[in-house]
């Protein structure tokens, strides 16, 4: 069958979950420490470090789409993405470990703070040019969209691993040396290793959809979003996802000043890890069984539904049952991490099927800010729901037994922050997915188009005298097209009396109701 081909051996998926890895180890370092790191060790005053994070998401506005331009602008032997994968690994492993330098006693007040400001905004920099293209490679890899969602699934669940080095390097190491030392050996250590993980990926997985010859001009990464509908619904609705981030941003709080005890973080930290994970692990089946946007709405209902559970059961019990109860909660956040970013595939070819064009990189350039974009408003409402529940002296060290006195009514603030607020609020984002309308059986339509095309286009095939694709418009093939040339199949050895999986007489009858429905 056409679209049951396979493309993708063992050591792309190993490899890409490997690069993965590198880059989950890094957004747990800098996101998980980088904070405290400011702070604690550079002693920078927390409001100038807050101003900082907020230009630089203004940047992340202007950098991400340019990226995702130039993405879709490069033409390479190793194609589009690979290059600035492999290119790229080795500086964004120099800038981890100079972040973490200890120069507190080195530098002036304002010396820290423009170190801080060149810093970061040249590791946000790396992360665009490293990230985005990593995001795109699943897309081009292979044109099956089994073998799609399963080295996204799979990537995903090491990568979810690779979260927690940072946890891990930091539980080890300030055993045996203070916090300043703790930082260094933590960026050297990631910043040597992720790069070589990020050009194992980049070496071994091939683009095998060519890139579709265009002009893309800077502002088509700002108006591809409004062109292709179907993706604007996505990304409204991820943006809104944000609300369920503050359960992880949380857990620090909840540990240290309800249970008195900040080394727990590690209890809650791995079991939730692992239970995300086994929801990746079980996304590509539960994708077989039902669309993207129908698995994403049901798992974040479900989320919700435990999160309200533990609110109800309380933070008096023993933490043990609250850890515990938090696993079968993020069972879920593993499926709701993959379902998106089939989506966003999903749309990609739809948008290939409408228009012939296909814009990988404005697309994942355009998810990665976007998930910039729902980190600051985490940030920044966390911040607000902190002080409505007069929320005082903030933790600004590791110290196991920080536990400052604060009032029953920020107590019962802080646990329902992590439990009932983001249940309440996060079935929001569930809105705009109500006008996504990729369903399966259009999906399957527009894959079988797709992959007839590019059968066609692999061994010489002709498009002249073919009719254009879905809603007779601008598209390639529609299903009456495929039929008109079955003799076609034989040349590549394909099973007689299929197209796209499906037998001529389904295939007959699917394109005769489309075309029912349309009058």
């Given at each position: 069958k056409?679209?049951?081909r396979?493309?993708?051996?063992?050591?792309?998926?190993?490899t890409?979950s490997m690069?993965?890895?590198?880059?989950a180890?890094?957004?747990?370092?800098?996101?998980?420490?980088?904070?405290?790191?400011?702070?604690s060790?550079l002693?920078?005053?927390?409001?100038?470090?807050?101003?900082?994070f907020?230009?630089?998401?203004?940047?992340?506005?202007?950098?991400?789409?340019?990226?995702?331009?130039?993405?879709?602008?490069?033409?390479?032997?190793?194609?589009?993405?690979?290059?600035?994968?492999?290119?790229?690994?080795?500086p964004?492993?120099?800038?981890?470990?100079?972040?973490?330098?200890?120069?507190?006693?080195?530098?002036?007040?304002?010396?820290?703070?423009v170190f801080?400001?060149?810093?970061?905004?040249?590791?946000?920099?790396m992360s665009t040019?490293v990230?985005?293209p990593?995001?795109g490679?699943?897309?081009?890899?292979?044109p099956?969209?089994?073998?799609?969602?399963?080295?996204?699934?799979?990537?995903?669940?090491?990568?979810?691993?690779g979260?927690?080095?940072?946890?891990?390097?930091?539980?080890?190491?300030?055993m045996?040396?203070?916090?300043?030392?703790?930082?260094?050996?933590?960026?050297?250590?990631?910043?040597?290793?992720?790069?070589?993980?990020?050009?194992?990926?980049g070496i071994?997985?091939?683009?095998r959809?060519?890139?579709i010859?265009?002009?893309?001009r800077?502002?088509?990464?700002f108006?591809y979003?409004?062109?292709?509908?179907?993706?604007?619904?996505?990304?409204?609705?991820?943006?809104?996802?944000f609300f369920?981030?503050?359960?992880s941003?949380?857990?620090?709080y909840?540990?240290?000043?309800?249970?008195?005890n900040g080394?727990?973080?590690?209890a809650?930290?791995?079991?939730?890890?692992?239970?995300s994970?086994?929801?990746m692990?079980f996304?590509?089946?539960?994708?077989k069984?039902m669309?993207?946007?129908?698995?994403?709405?049901?798992?974040t209902?479900?989320?919700?539904?435990?999160?309200?559970?533990?609110?109800?059961?309380?933070?008096?019990?023993?933490?043990?049952l609250?850890?515990?109860?938090?696993?079968?909660?993020?069972l879920?956040?593993g499926?709701?991490?993959v379902?998106?970013?089939?989506?966003?595939?999903?749309?990609?070819?739809?948008?290939?099927?409408?228009?012939?064009k296909?814009?990988?990189g404005?697309a994942?350039?355009?998810?990665?800010l976007r998930?910039k974009?729902?980190s600051?408003?985490?940030?920044?409402?966390?911040?607000?729901?902190l002080?409505?529940?007069?929320?005082?002296?903030?933790?600004?060290s590791?110290?196991?037994?920080?536990?400052?006195w604060?009032?029953?009514?920020?107590?019962?603030g802080l646990?329902?922050?992590?439990?009932l607020?983001p249940?309440?609020?996060?079935p929001?984002?569930?809105?705009?997915f109500?006008?996504?309308?990729?369903?399966?059986?259009?999906?399957?339509?527009?894959?079988?188009r797709?992959?007839?095309?590019r059968?066609?286009?692999?061994h010489?095939?002709?498009?002249?005298?073919?009719?254009?694709?879905?809603g007779?418009t601008?598209g390639?093939?529609?299903l009456e097209?495929?039929?008109?040339t079955?003799?076609?199949f034989?040349?590549?050895?394909?099973?007689?009396?299929?197209?796209?999986?499906?037998?001529?007489?389904?295939a007959?009858?699917?394109a005769?109701?489309?075309?029912?429905?349309?009058?």
């Amino acid at each position: 069958k056409i679209t049951e081909r396979k493309y993708l051996k063992p050591k792309d998926y190993i490899t890409f979950s490997m690069a993965r890895f590198a880059t989950a180890a890094i957004t747990g370092l800098v996101s998980g420490y980088l904070l405290i790191f400011y702070t604690s060790v550079l002693g920078i005053d927390p409001l100038s470090v807050g101003t900082m994070f907020l230009i630089s998401k203004i940047w992340d506005g202007v950098n991400d789409p340019i990226m995702g331009v130039i993405i879709d602008k490069t033409r390479n032997k190793m194609g589009k993405m690979r290059p600035y994968l492999l290119y790229g690994a080795v500086p964004f492993g120099l800038v981890i470990i100079a972040m973490f330098l200890p120069l507190g006693n080195v530098l002036s007040s304002i010396g820290k703070v423009v170190f801080m400001y060149a810093s970061y905004l040249l590791y946000d920099f790396m992360s665009t040019l490293v990230g985005v293209p990593l995001d795109g490679l699943p897309a081009v890899a292979s044109p099956n969209s089994e073998e799609r969602a399963k080295i996204i699934s799979v990537s995903r669940i090491v990568g979810s691993i690779g979260e927690q080095s940072g946890l891990v390097l930091y539980s080890f190491f300030i055993m045996f040396m203070n916090m300043k030392t703790t930082f260094l050996l933590m960026g050297i250590v990631i910043g040597v290793l992720a790069p070589v993980f990020m050009i194992l990926g980049g070496i071994n997985v091939k683009e095998r959809i060519q890139p579709i010859t265009e002009n893309v001009r800077v502002l088509d990464g700002f108006k591809y979003m409004f062109q292709n509908k179907q993706f604007l619904v996505l990304i409204l609705g991820l943006l809104l996802t944000f609300f369920r981030n503050l359960v992880s941003a949380m857990q620090i709080y909840m540990v240290t000043y309800i249970y008195g005890n900040g080394s727990l973080n590690i209890a809650f930290a791995l079991p939730g890890a692992v239970a995300s994970m086994i929801g990746m692990l079980f996304a590509p089946w539960l994708k077989k069984r039902m669309d993207a946007k129908k698995l994403f709405i049901l798992s974040t209902l479900v989320h919700s539904a435990v999160l309200i559970l533990v609110w109800l059961v309380g933070y008096e019990v023993h933490w043990g049952l609250t850890a515990a109860l938090m696993f079968f909660a993020m069972l879920p956040v593993g499926i709701i991490n993959v379902a998106p970013h089939l989506m966003v595939i999903d749309t990609l070819d739809y948008w290939e099927d409408k228009t012939g064009k296909r814009q990988e990189g404005i697309a994942f350039a355009i998810v990665s800010l976007r998930s910039k974009v729902s980190s600051a408003f985490k940030d920044y409402f966390m911040a607000f729901l902190l002080a409505t529940f007069l929320f005082a002296t903030p933790l600004t060290s590791a110290v196991n037994d920080h536990s400052p006195w604060q009032l029953q009514t920020t107590l019962d603030g802080l646990f329902m922050i992590f439990t009932l607020i983001p249940a309440v609020l996060n079935p929001v984002c569930i809105i705009p997915f109500l006008f996504y309308t990729l369903s399966g059986k259009r999906m399957a339509e527009i894959n079988a188009r797709l992959s007839y095309k590019r059968m066609l286009e692999e061994h010489g095939g002709e498009f002249e005298g073919l009719e254009s694709g879905e809603g007779k418009t601008v598209g390639w093939l529609s299903l009456e097209d495929m039929l008109r040339t079955p003799t076609l199949f034989a040349k590549v050895g394909a099973e007689p009396g299929e197209v796209g999986g499906m037998s001529l007489e389904q295939a007959n009858k699917l394109a005769y109701s489309k075309r029912a429905e349309t009058k």
